[in-house]
């Protein structure tokens, strides 16, 4: 099975940007879908990108589309989320996920991805 280590979150200013990586280890990369995910506080958890086995195929949340983007580098085992013009309420922690298998139907839904990492926190301010 993947392990998965989140990095690059931080506090940031509104406005600013980040990217944020997620490096995978212990199994083939390039067998799993990858998604990412935020939580904010007191809210529940939403879907914000996902992307394809060999990363020919991306998909972002609609509110997010034109500010986020998902990229992945199968040779480095390390999937990345590039975040634009952050907003103060895109404060979360930020987890990146792994399935095996993917229907379009379910790309959205966390439970259906098999593996998480830790999550790393993103605080931006106004």
């Known amino acids: 099975q993947v392990q998965l280590v989140e990095s690059g979150g931080g506090s940031v200013q509104a406005g600013d940007s980040l990217r944020l990586s997620c490096a995978a280890s212990?199994?083939?990369?390039?067998?799993?879908?990858m998604g990412w995910f935020r939580q904010a506080p007191g809210k529940e958890r939403e879907f914000v990108s996902s992307i394809s086995y060999g990363g020919s195929s991306t998909y972002v949340a609609d509110s997010l589309k034109g500010r986020f983007t998902i990229s992945r580098d199968n040779a480095k085992n390390t999937l990345y989320l590039q975040m634009n013009s952050l907003k103060s309420e895109e404060t979360a922690v930020y987890y990146c996920?792994?399935?095996?298998?993917?229907?379009?139907?379910?790309?959205?839904?966390?439970?259906?991805?098999?593996?998480w990492g830790q999550g790393t926190q993103v605080t931006v301010s106004s």
């Open positions: 996920a792994a399935r095996r298998t993917f229907t379009i139907s379910t790309m959205g839904r966390g439970e259906k991805y098999d593996f």
């Open positions: 212990g199994g083939t990369f390039s067998t799993y879908w």
